[in-house]
């Protein structure tokens, strides 16, 4: 039995939104006139029927629904990726993760396909979405489902990156009902528990259209045509031969651009909404009766019922290609390819029906025409689509195949769906001028019902708005441009000059069309896109009784558990239910390993009523004939599904009314008499009672299950007879990751038919019905027994091994639970009796008293024999038994391969870093240096005379060294991926492995462990909790989304009710970052109720960091419960460990930080000087509470003084603390409890300066910070004489250094001379000097310099944390070299040389404070240096736990976020960082006596993100360049982007000042905000490219920008310009792709037509030698081609320069008109030209007019420059200087007076000749009978009447002469 999860009442999306829906918005008589509804209402007086309102009002009530899983990856793949990093402003991981925008269309011209870049991609799966409609499971996608970002058409994905951990999975549901659609989705997730509930759902979108939806799915379009027999076709039609269009036989091999969408299809037109906010809606020549999502778009097959019985048809339907069943094998030679598609105009005067007409048409873009399908069989040959008996039962995508049923034979047939070849096409469609084509791009369907049946055909070319299937709008049908852009087809009609948009603007319509009407526009052949290859036929000599209804037939492809893959149908026929699974096989063919062919294998029949593919488990499930759901996995059966909870579902539901209660399970007829309107059923009864309910299993089948439906993933829906639905995920296959893998070793390795027999076991094993909520290490538990059972090992006599030391240390911190009893058990008696000491004085005890040996219950009980284990032999017919060698090598490279196990900080290797760091390897060095998940290698050689034992014991203790090191590193991994991994609330959290092992060296690499006995069971509980702060902190929520209290319990450990120390350093993690202010108290209070130390410090500290500052009421009970003097005196005294009163007392400070409340300042003042319980209580570890009460005591008032909010009686207090004095007088509820002493610790009168230095010191400083309180600084001052120095424990005096260069904060110097200032002169005589003098204390005067200069150097580090100051940096490097130096030198043992380890630690911990996120080389190295130390050396010690933690997190602050965040300076900041960076280190991994281990992730309080990243406008690339930061004072400092900006309160100006960009300045006042949220989100800065320069990685000197650049100087060179010279400018992709199509001429073999690839060509003693051409000779251009393309040059040259490309389709705009009027000229274009002189004249004449002010910038030039307006107007006057001769007597006719012949005389001329006229008068304004004057000088004295221009009167005045 396989346990399934509960189920869930299961209610369409779709219904609950259409519940609400406005509906339809249009009135009913929205499409129809006045006289059509005056019509209808008489045809409804005399009862005659309207079948399709009867049709609309039946389609209104039906309802269907499609789901399928989407998969959606935020992916790295393309480097070079535009749109991706444009749409995002954030730059986590790959740069963003914000869906990607909607396009937008930068340029309205013909060369917008090659300009635009980026176009958004999606694969998704649609499992269950059907064909269109019905909800059957038959159309399939491809698995691999993500959106994608794709630069370039051609381009190749670049390497993925390691880890990204951005997919997110959800189902979505497309909803149909009447005339709505809605799209919706919902996220994948676990049903509905005791703390979280089910699955919400979200729409997307909501259609509504006017009639009812007839059918809807799922498509992806293809943008670009691939369609290459159009090109040849066009290339016949436009008569130029001679152009460089290549023609591919076959186009299967080329990408193309996919456009998800959802189409809707009426039985008037379609609908086709894309996910990139594209919209088309276009006419279907015929109604559909289905349509079936594919490879190539989408399947429409025809309805066989004719719509008008009487129709005519086209001529073209008529006159059928005669070569329609031609076969494949007809030569070409018979055709030639002279494809001219202009159909004949004859009249339709019948139909044949002997004439097949197709059923089947392929459609791959909303704007294209539908085309028919081509079927190619050995037995019929190659032929159309056009059995009427055929019908689609099942279309996918991978593979691409089609199962097709045929009614007349009763047998099914397997074909793959491919691209036509261009040979099918010319053997399907022969020579168009001789023979007539079925179909055309021109011909009317007569019959669908967008036909207009009046008028003819016209085809307006010009303006791209001709449709083949319905020139005029008829009643209700929508008119659409047939325009498509994006196209190729668009690409080759711009070349051939041929481009839809003319002009600038767009005409009226009725112009346009009034100017090409009596034009004969070329149609176009529709050449067959898709064709079908036969590749299986069902056995028909085994007849079947016809299928009692095809179109229920249910088809999916299904894939085994072991990788086979079917082809699985169900069929019904004569009331019998078959599931018929057909194994599909792959081949490749002869020498081609690229191309695969499907071949079908056997065939298995298995009786079941229902059935669904199950794409995660790789399973079907289907219902079997008793009504029981069984889960199958190929011809394999896995095991029968156990469903629970049902009936405690069956209520009433809004959606589904049930008037009585209704259950589909059996019920027992009650005896009582009931009436019929009011019934109950008993059986419902235990409803009432909280103990399950068990059902009788053997009357399941009549449960009324009818049917399985929407699988998607692993979940299903369940569909009773009743008509409600219920639906349930199964469970997973494997949980833990390392199952996982021996699963898939297994695969690999074992038979497929072993394999599938051990995966089956296994899913059984593992989910039989109970718990699911398993643990990794108990579902391994399970694993390894199946596994020895198989192998052959009795399970049960097998000595089961010991707890590792994972489980030993939970078991040591379980917390104690309470009995239940206080009398003993019998396990109590067997533990004392089994325990060591009764074994050891248990018999001469027993003896002495006289008395027998007592014995254990258990074994005299259980008597086992010793000879049990030797008896257990194995089992050889085991299943596994054979195959032990191949699993345990299996195995063993699971294990080798186990290395690569997650580091968690994949994610970080991103484009930002490779950006700052170019051109080394820092990144790859400290991601090795900072990894915790692979096992150390330990490098140790076994010497001869070494034992072996003596050789082990030897590596474990070189590994016990190396482990302190490993345990350190968690702590500086969470500084490196700071809030730089995106969250998927979909996905749980995975930490990675923090591994204390060690390996060998090779070849054995044998496993080293840590000895059992040697180490402390709770040294990995500290360094576990860093490593789940670690992976919490990395965390930052996705875009749009957050991490909710529902997510965190979700990623609570599973299989145990003890919380893990990992989970408590994650709940911390989320509190520093501020993502626990949602947790409702009920989880807190179920979290803190278990008393667990570790969950209750995280959470405590989590709930007051993300609470700081707030004085929360909630989050102050919270801490005050835990602390006695927060509580009322007569409150019960609660059990509390040290260490969460610790935690506690810190969260105080955290909650008011920064408030300076009296109350909590007092309290935390009082528990510095906290006296040692009466007993034990207050007696371990008072050091740390009393550090943490002045930590929180400073939080609470930090800056205080410089504000003068402090009060009075701080000061003197906290001085008695500090320097020692009387114990003052308890008070409150501590005096009564105080009063007497403790008995443990006797302290005396004083205050014992050892607790209470360190806290109030610290305390003292943060209060006073920033005053510059010279008189409290001087408490703070070392003792000058060596009597007083005998009174201050030495690291006491780095704290006062501290503590007083933050009250002196102004006057701290970035120096060396600073540091030794604060030494004191009676020291330094006798510092690091060889002692002479025997009446000084050289050690304490050492040990004393020492600590100074730490605590100077760490006072430093916090003046300039964050800052990146170079002349600190060095100051402090000074000291921590010398200190390095003085390690290996005998005088360090005057000091200690732990002394010298500490303070080294703490400088070089200032260093990183000061260089942090900038990733500082030079303190990288000495970390490297230093953490070497890891074994005895003569030079230096190894160092302690807490000095490699101090060495790492200085890699860590270096590196802080991935290098987008650093440290800042506010009293609040500083006071988290003394908390972090308290100079007290732990001495090993669970000390935390003087500073509790969990403050040390305190840093995250103050870090700040300042990370200027600027980006490409135009590329989308983040790039370099130069910005511009002015202090307050007006300090200029110049740095190179992307850097790390000084802190936004000193700055007055951040500005972009760039030579190679154009500049942008962020201002105090004006828009600093936004300068503040760019940085607090790491946002892309985007900046605009001068022209004429290139990036600095392009140009890093800057070499070809002054090349570029001086290119402009020089006017000669627009007249002649090179497209090398304009690719100088830019190297923007869009300019790169205009000049390569449209300014250069490729000279490639591939372009060379085939009757110039090889040429005779005579040579002297040779005939015809042939030889390559390096070009076609055939393709040469013309001259006018030479001139269009000069002047193509110069404006683009000109738009390049000035950087004005919006200009460059205004431009070639007027390069068309010029090359238009020279043969076709209209009085349109001749206005445009008008308006572009009348724009320069005007604008040249305000800027004669406008004055020149000096040191103002020249007005901005206009778009289209002087001097190329000056060229067109040469070019026009040249046109009509060669047009006068012509039209000069006509013109002279026309101005002078009007008469009768003159008006005859010019009707009577050619039409070309009436064209050149009107353009001519129209340009020079001339009115008629101008020439009414008597003379010439007449005329001129006339001019200011006519308003002529001077160029106009002398025209005339020609005409005078």
């Known amino acids: 039995m396989i346990a399934a999860s509960e189920p869930l009442e299961f209610v369409p999306h779709g219904r609950t939104v259409i519940a609400k829906h406005p509906s339809q918005i249009y009135g009913k008589g929205h499409n129809c006139s006045a006289s059509e509804n005056s019509l209808l209402y008489k045809l409804t007086n005399f009862g005659i029927k309207d079948e399709s309102l009867l049709e609309t009002k039946d389609s209104e009530d039906q309802e269907w629904w499609s789901i399928r899983e989407v998969y959606y990856k935020d992916s790295d793949d393309f480097d070079d990726d535009p749109q991706q990093i444009k749409d995002q402003k954030c730059d986590y991981v790959s740069d963003s993760f914000r869906p990607p925008s909607r396009l937008k269309n930068e340029f309205n011209m013909s060369i917008k396909s090659e300009l635009l870049g980026g176009v958004k991609k999606m694969e998704t799966d649609c499992n269950s979405g059907g064909p269109s409609r019905g909800g059957s499971a038959n159309s399939s996608s491809n698995l691999s489902k993500k959106f994608n970002l794709n630069s370039g058409q051609c381009k190749s994905p670049n390497k993925k990156p390691l880890n990204p951990k951005t997919d997110c999975s959800y189902e979505e549901e497309l909803y149909v009902k009447g005339c709505t659609a809605v799209w919706s989705k919902g996220l994948i997730s676990t049903p509905a528990s005791k703390l979280s509930g089910p699955e919400h759902r979200e729409t997307i979108s909501c259609y509504t259209i006017e009639n009812p939806i007839k059918h809807a799915t799922f498509a992806n379009f293809h943008v670009s045509i691939n369609n290459t027999m159009l090109i040849d076709a066009l290339n016949s039609q436009i008569g130029d031969v001679k152009k460089n269009i290549k023609v591919e036989d076959t186009t299967e091999h080329i990408q193309s651009k996919v456009m998800p969408s959802i189409l809707l299809l009426d039985s008037k037109c379609m609908r086709v909404y894309a996910t990139d906010g594209r919209e088309y809606v276009t006419s279907v020549p015929f109604q559909v009766k289905k349509v079936w999502p594919m490879k190539y778009g989408v399947l429409l097959e025809k309805d066989a019922t004719p719509l008008l019985h009487n129709s005519f048809l086209p001529t073209s339907f008529i006159k059928f290609n005669e070569s329609h069943n031609s076969t494949f094998s007809k030569s070409k030679s018979n055709h030639p390819f002279n494809m001219s598609a202009k159909l004949r105009a004859e009249s339709v005067s019948g139909y044949d029906q002997d004439v097949p007409l197709p059923t089947c048409f392929s459609l791959s873009h909303p704007l294209d025409e539908v085309t028919p399908v081509l079927m190619k069989s050995p037995t019929q040959g190659l032929q159309y689509y056009n059995d009427g008996d055929l019908q689609i039962i099942f279309v996918s995508t991978n593979p691409s195949i089609i199962l097709l049923y045929d009614w007349k034979l009763s047998i099914h047939s397997l074909w793959k769906i491919r691209k036509a070849t261009r040979d099918e096409c010319l053997s399907i469609c022969p020579n168009m001028n001789s023979t007539t084509t079925v179909f055309s791009q021109s011909c009317d369907f007569i019959g669908s019902p967008m036909h207009s049946n009046t008028g003819k055909n016209t085809t307006n070319w010009m303006t791209g708005i001709s449709s083949p299937l319905n020139t005029r709008r008829g009643p209700g049908t929508p008119a659409t441009s047939r325009s498509r852009l994006n196209s190729p087809m668009a690409n080759i009609f711009h070349q051939q000059g041929m481009s839809p948009h003319a002009s600038i603007g767009q005409a009226s319509s009725m112009s346009m069309m009034a100017n090409t009407m009596t034009q004969t526009p070329p149609s176009l052949p529709l050449y067959p896109d898709v064709c079908l290859d036969h590749i299986w036929t069902d056995n028909q000599t085994v007849r079947r009784d016809p299928l009692d209804n095809p179109n229920d037939t249910k088809t999916f492809l299904h894939t085994d558990l072991v990788g086979h893959d079917y082809l699985c149908f169900m069929l019904r026929s004569g009331g019998v239910s078959k599931l018929h699974i057909v194994r599909l096989q792959k081949s490749h063919a002869h020498g081609q390993m690229s191309k695969t062919n499907l071949i079908v294998g056997t065939v298995s029949i298995v009786l079941a009523k229902d059935a669904v593919v199950l794409n995660h488990l790789k399973m079907i499930a289907l219902i079997d004939e008793a009504g029981n759901i069984i889960l199958q996995s190929g011809n394999h059966a896995v095991g029968k599904l156990h469903i629970g909870g049902v009936l405690a579902r069956l209520i009433d539901s809004p959606y589904t009314k ?932 290139l990036s600095y990685r392009d140009d890093p000197h800057g070499f070809l920008t002054i090349l570029s650049q001086s290119l402009t100087l020089d006017k000669s060179h627009i007249w002649s310009p090179t497209p090398d010279n304009i690719q100088l400018f830019s190297n923007d992709i869009k300019v790169k792709n205009f000049v390569k199509h449209y300014l250069t001429k490729e000279r490639t073999l591939t372009n060379i037509c085939s009757d110039c690839l090889i040429i005779p060509k005579k040579r002297k003693g040779l005939k015809n030698e042939p030889f390559m051409a390096k070009e076609c000779l055939c393709r040469q251009y013309s001259k006018e081609e030479k001139e269009h393309v000069q002047m193509l040059s110069m404006v683009t040259y000109e738009c390049v320069v000035k950087d004005i490309l919006c200009a460059l389709p205004i431009w070639t705009a007027f390069l068309k008109i010029i090359k238009a009027m020279k043969t076709e000229p209209t009085s349109y274009n001749i206005w445009q030209i008008k308006l572009l002189l009348s724009h320069i004249e005007n604008h040249s004449k305000r800027t004669i007019e406008e004055m020149k002010i000096d040191g103002q910038d020249t007005p901005y030039e206009p778009l289209i420059s002087n001097e190329f307006t000056m060229a067109i107007k040469q070019k026009v006057s040249h046109i009509f200087d060669g047009w006068e001769p012509l039209i000069a007597p006509y013109l002279s006719t026309y101005l002078r007076k009007w008469s009768s012949f003159g008006h005859t005389r010019i009707s009577s001329c050619d039409d070309k000749l009436k064209k050149m006229l009107s353009t001519f008068l129209v340009y020079h304004d001339l009115p008629r009978n101008l020439l009414s004057y008597k003379s010439e000088f007449s005329l001129l004295l006339g001019l200011d009447e006519t308003n002529l221009s001077a160029e106009a009167v002398d025209k005339v005045g020609e005409l005078l002469r």
């Open 658 to 1589: 049930r008037g009585t209660f209704q259950s589909p399970f059996p019920r027992r007829s009650s005896l009582l008499p009931s009436r019929h309107d009011a019934t109950f059923d008993d059986s419902a009864l235990h409803l009432l009672s909280p103990v399950p309910h068990t059902s009788r299993q053997e009357h399941k089948e009549t449960l009324g299950l009818r049917g399985l439906r929407d699988a998607a993933g692993s979940r299903v829906t369940l569909q009773f007879e009743g008509g409600a639905m219920y639906r349930l995920a199964l469970p997973a296959l494997t949980c833990s990751a390392l199952v996982s893998r021996c699963c898939q070793a297994l695969r690999a390795i074992l038979p497929k038919d072993i394999t599938m027999q051990v995966i089956i076991r296994w899913y059984g094993a593992r989910n039989a019905p109970g718990s699911q909520d398993l643990s990794p290490q108990q579902e391994w538990a399970i694993f390894s027994d199946l596994l020895l059972a198989l192998l052959g090992y009795d399970v049960d006599k097998l000595t089961r091994p010991k707890q590792n030391d994972d489980q030993v240390e939970n078991a040591e911190v379980a917390t104690k639970k309470q009995r239940t009893s206080s009398d003993g058990t019998l396990e109590d008696w067997d533990y004392l009796l089994n325990s060591k000491i009764h074994k050891m004085i248990g018999v001469e005890l027993a003896s002495i008293l006289k008395i027998n040996s007592p014995s254990s219950t258990a074994s005299a009980s259980n008597p086992r024999p010793v000879t049990d284990e030797k008896q257990a032999q194995f089992n050889t017919n085991a299943l596994l038994f054979p195959y032990t060698v191949q699993v345990l090598y299996a195995f063993h490279l699971v294990y080798e391969e186990n290395d690569k196990d997650s580091t968690g900080m994949e994610h970080l290797d991103t484009k930002l870093l490779r950006l700052l760091y170019p051109r080394d390897h820092r990144m790859s060095e400290v991601f090795n240096l900072l990894q915790s998940s692979t096992p150390v290698t330990i490098n140790l050689t076994q010497r001869p005379e070494v034992s072996d034992h003596d050789f082990i014991e030897e590596q474990e203790k070189h590994l016990h060294a190396l482990s302190t090191r490993t345990m350190a590193l968690p702590v500086a991994r969470g500084m490196l991926t700071l809030r730089s991994l995106p969250c998927s609330p979909t996905e749980p959290l995975s930490l990675p492995k923090l591994s204390v092992s060690g390996r060998g060296p090779p070849p054995r690499c044998n496993t080293i462990s840590l000895p059992a006995g040697d180490s402390s069971p709770n040294q990995l509980l500290w360094p576990t909790f860093h490593n789940g702060v670690a992976a919490g902190l990395a965390l930052v929520p996705m875009t749009g989304s957050s991490i909710d209290s529902s997510w965190i319990i979700y990623n609570k450990p599973r299989g145990t009710t003890e919380m893990s120390a990992e989970h408590a350093g994650f709940l911390m993690a989320l509190g520093l970052n501020g993502h626990l202010r949602d947790m409702p108290f009920m989880n807190i209070y179920e979290y803190l109720i278990k008393c667990n130390e570790m969950i209750s410090i995280g959470l405590l500290l989590g709930l007051a960091a993300t609470y700081r500052g707030t004085m929360d009421v909630q989050a102050t009970k919270m801490m005050s419960v835990h602390l006695e003097p927060l509580l009322p005196p007569t409150s019960i005294e609660l059990d509390m460990q040290q260490n969460i009163l610790v935690a506690a007392l810190l969260g105080v400070g955290l909650v008011y930080q920064g408030t300076m409340h009296t109350h909590y300042a007092r309290v935390l003042l009082a528990e510095i000087g906290k006296p040692p319980g009466p007993e034990m209580e207050n007696c371990v570890e008072r050091e740390g509470y009393a550090l943490a009460a002045g930590l929180a005591l400073g939080l609470v008032c930090a800056g205080g003084a410089r504000q003068g909010l402090q009060p009075d009686h701080m000061a003197p207090r906290l001085r008695t603390y500090m320097l020692g004095g009387e114990k003052l007088p308890l008070t409150g509820s501590q005096k009564e409890k105080y009063k007497q002493a403790s008995f443990a610790i006797r302290e005396g009168a004083t205050v014992n300066l050892d607790v209470t230095s360190p806290g109030a010191t610290l305390a003292l400083g943060l209060i006073y910070m920033r005053s510059n309180n010279v008189a409290l600084a001087g408490w703070l001052e070392p003792p000058h004489t060596a009597y007083l120095l005998d009174f201050v424990r030495p690291d006491l005096l780095m704290l006062r250094i501290i503590a007083r260069g933050l009250v002196l904060w102004d006057s701290i110097e970035a120096s060396e001379e600073w540091v030794e200032n604060q030494v004191p002169p009676s020291i330094k005589p006798y510092c690091l000097v060889k002692p002479t003098e025997e009446n000084v204390d050289y050690e304490a005067m050492n040990q004393a310099y020492c600590n100074i200069i730490a605590g100077a150097c760490f006072s430093l580090g916090l003046r300039f944390a964050g800052s990146g100051d170079d002349d600190a940096r060095d100051a402090i490097l000074h000291f921590v070299r010398r200190f390095i130096a003085l390690g290996g030198k005998p005088i360090a043992e005057l000091a200690g040389r732990s002394t010298l380890e500490a303070c080294l630690c703490v400088c070089l911990l200032a260093a990183g404070m000061v260089a942090c996120g900038r990733g500082d080389v030079a303190v990288l190295r000495l970390c490297r240096r230093l953490r070497a130390r890891t074994t005895p050396h003569a030079l230096h010690a190894p160092l302690t736990h807490g000095g490699q933690m101090a060495v790492h997190c200085t890699i860590g602050l270096l590196f802080l976020g991935g290098c987008r965040a650093t440290l800042s300076t506010t009293p609040t900041a500083v006071a988290a960082l003394l908390a972090a960076f308290f100079p007290k280190f732990p001495t090993h991994s669970e000390d935390n006596r003087y500073h509790l281990q969990a403050f040390r992730h305190l840093y995250v309080l103050a870090v700040e993100p300042r990370l200027i990243l600027p980006r490409d406008l135009d590329t989308g690339k983040l790039c370099y360049a130069h910005i511009q930061v002015i202090d307050l004072e007006g300090a200029v400092k110049e740095m190179m982007a992307p850097c790390i900006v000084p802190e936004l309160e000193r700055l007055r100006e951040v500005k972009i000042a760039d030579p190679r960009y154009w500049p942008i300045s962020f201002q105090r006042g004006r828009n600093w905000d936004q300068l503040r949220t760019f940085l607090e989100y790491t946002w892309c800065i985007d900046i605009k490219q001068r022209a004429g320069s």
